[in-house]
T-cell receptor, first 112, second 113 residues
């Protein structure tokens, strides 16, 4: 059984650019959630997807958007990058009928 | 809204010392409670969980008991090892169809030989 994988590992962008982060869910999982973890802080919930539909969102602006694909892989897109978007972005997958989520290793985004 | 408050770090202990990391929460309904661990440069790993009052979660010598009356879920280990050095996060999920986890700020533990 493969775990949750994320790509890329690290990414450097400049302010105003757009970025796409990718996540591959663990086999058998049908939900995916994305979190932002600023340095020295706990992860903050961005949004979650189930059956390719967004069904929950945290306090993040619309320039944070996502997709979940039929094979349960997922993308996080961030437009008009700001310096404060620099963080570790974590993807977590799980099963809708089981209250447990499994995290990927994260993508470290640096915005200059 | 939901919130988690956990002990500020960093915490430094000698090997074989007793560990307690305090965690209290505020939530509507009956949340599930979790402890996650993050090793340097890695993502989060689920350490243990409890889904209802008085449940005790345990794993790798760590334990935490869901105390509804005090809204707490303190993490304990009787004898820490150097390999336990990491950041520990307390988290909750309120359920009701949401998979959202609300995390505390994390407590960094350093264990010295």
């Amino acid at each position: 059984e493969t775990g949750v994988t994320q790509s890329p590992t690290h990414l450097i962008k400049t302010r105003g650019q757009q970025v796409t982060l990718r996540c591959s869910s663990q086999s058998g999982h049908n939900t995916v959630s994305w979190y932002q973890q600023a340095l020295g802080q706990g992860p903050q919930f961005i949004f979650q997807y189930y059956r390719e539909e967004e069904n929950g969102r945290g306090n993040f602006p619309p320039r944070f958007s996502g997709l979940q694909f039929p094979n349960y892989s997922s993308e996080l897109n961030v437009n008009a990058l700001e310096l404060d978007d620099s963080a570790l972005y974590l993807c977590a997958s799980g099963r809708a009928d089981y209250n447990e989520q499994f995290f990927g290793p994260g993508t470290r985004l640096t915005v200059l | 809204g939901d919130s988690v408050t956990q002990m500020e770090g960093p915490v430094t202990l000698s090997e074989e010392a007793f560990l307690t990391i305090n965690c209290t929460y505020t939530a509507t309904g009956y949340p599930s409670l979790f402890w996650y661990v993050q090793y340097p440069g890695e993502g989060l790993q689920l350490l243990l969980k409890a889904t209802k009052a008085d449940d005790k979660g345990s794993n790798k010598g760590f334990e935490a008991t869901y105390r509804k009356e005090t809204t707490s879920f303190h993490l304990e280990k009787g004898s820490v090892q150097v390999s336990d050095s990491a950041v520990y996060f307390c988290a909750l999920n309120s359920g009701a169809g949401s998979y959202q986890l609300t995390f505390g700020k994390g407590t960094k533990l350093s264990v010295i030989p």
